[in-house]
């Protein structure tokens, strides 16, 4: 079992922005939101009966990665879960829905083949000769080489497993390969779509329970190439026969056609950012105290002035990615002072250090214009709104209806 840093070095490793809570830092370090959608995600994807694609969205650091983590272990044992992030496979800047129906293909093929899901059935549904095939398909017709060379001895899912740990490797590094692949595959689109289902089929048949896809970090994509895949290619999508989960950006959600998006997925859930203060500017206790426990979850109270964890808290405008950051940057000043406590002082640090990174992105037009936000906290959808909230110069927040403020980061720098 995890346990709280008992010094400044271990708690400099514990507050890491870029590493999402997961296994047993899961267990020990998370807090419980009442905001978060994640049981009522969990309580869905257990009653629908048919496959349901699921659009899962929230601002920068919001805490979506960790809250999927926690999804995919209350599910486990009760789905097959395929859990990744298409950073792992593929290139954002140019990804297609070809690209991304192959990566569920592939993933779904490397895990079942690790499981050993799909070993030994020689009757049934598909069977063995399934493996076999679907090698030789993809061997053929989508790279047109062998790219492993299996030994006599080698089972099926043995060969598929390789191959597609190959594939994969190659479509992420190599541009030639991708456009190779994604060529052919667009051409073969129907029997991609037929297999990859054909394999959703035998691996829910052979594990006695329904398949969950969650793909990550779709979050990322650009407004244009979102746009794309979610508008124009969401029904192709839809053909997959498994329960299917897409990070999905937040700009998106403010576009005009979003309702045309929606309307062709299952539902949608939202992370919001904790609220620290309610709309008139005044502390929230409940919001507060979420803010204050992850601190105090992960280290102990003698590393921390009470203070410092105050301001961290205030300045942080509930938005976990921000908190984190600050314990980082105030704890690796106490170490660089060789301090073994954390006093307010790094802490006021740790806020002026973050203020410039927000200071370096401002045009001195956006000042007057935040200001506006502040006094009249209205959320308002235009292309500026969009453009602060995607920075967190603005957050959003919501008391039945939206409504937004400035990051209290900047607050300083609007009074100067």
């Not at 290139?91 to 829905?97: A, F, I, P, V």
């Amino acid at each position: 079992m995890a346990v709280r840093a008992r010094t400044l070095k271990e708690a400099l490793n514990l507050f890491d922005p870029r590493v999402p809570l997961a296994g047993r830092a899961l267990a020990a370090y998370y807090v419980e939101r009442p905001d978060v959608p994640t049981l009522e995600l969990k309580a869905y994807l257990e009653a629908m009966d048919e496959p349901v694609k699921v659009l899962f969205s929230g601002h920068r650091g919001s805490g979506k990665s960790t809250e999927l983590n926690r999804l995919s272990g209350l599910l486990k044992g009760r789905f097959f879960i395929v859990h990744f992030s298409v950073l792992e496979i593929l290139n954002l800047t140019d990804l297609t829905y070809v690209d991304l129906i192959l990566a569920i293909a592939l993933r779904l093929l490397q895990q079942a083949t690790d499981e050993r899901i799909l070993k030994g059935r020689k009757r049934g549904l598909v069977g063995v000769g399934m493996l076999e095939d679907l090698y030789r398909w993809l061997t053929h017709e989508i790279v047109e080489e062998e790219m492993v060379s299996p030994s006599r001895e080698a089972s099926a899912e043995a060969a598929l497993n390789l191959l597609a740990l190959k594939l994969e490797g190659r479509v992420k590094t190599e541009s030639s390969t991708r456009r190779m692949v994604r060529e052919r595959a667009e051409l073969r689109l129907f029997e991609l779509v037929s297999r990859t289902n054909r394999l959703i089929e035998e691996i829910r048949s052979n594990a006695r329970r329904p398949v969950l896809v969650i793909v990550e970090d779709l979050d990322k994509l650009s407004f244009e190439r979102a746009l794309g895949l979610f508008l124009n290619h969401a029904a192709l999508l839809a053909e997959l026969r498994a329960h299917i989960l897409f990070t999905f950006p937040i700009t998106l959600r403010y576009a005009r056609e979003f309702l045309q998006i929606r309307s062709h997925f299952s539902e949608r859930f939202l992370i919001p950012n904790v609220m620290v203060y309610d709309r008139q500017g005044q502390l929230r206790p409940e919001g507060y105290r979420v803010m204050r426990e992850i601190v105090e979850r992960r280290m102990e109270p003698y590393l921390i002035d009470p203070e410092a964890v105050d301001l961290a808290v205030r300045m942080s405008g509930g938005v976990p990615l921000t908190l984190i950051q600050l314990l980082q940057s105030a704890i690796l000043h106490g170490l660089a002072m060789g301090r073994d406590r954390v006093g307010l002082s790094e802490m006021q640090s740790a806020v002026i250090q973050l203020q410039n990174d927000y200071r370096g992105t401002l045009r001195p037009e956006d000042y007057g214009e935040l200001r506006g936000y502040h006094r009249t906290r209205a959320f308002v959808n235009n292309e500026r709104t969009r453009e602060f909230l995607a920075n967190l110069s603005l957050l959003e927040y919501s008391d039945g209806e939206p409504w937004c403020d400035v990051h209290p980061i900047l607050l300083p720098l609007l009074e100067a």
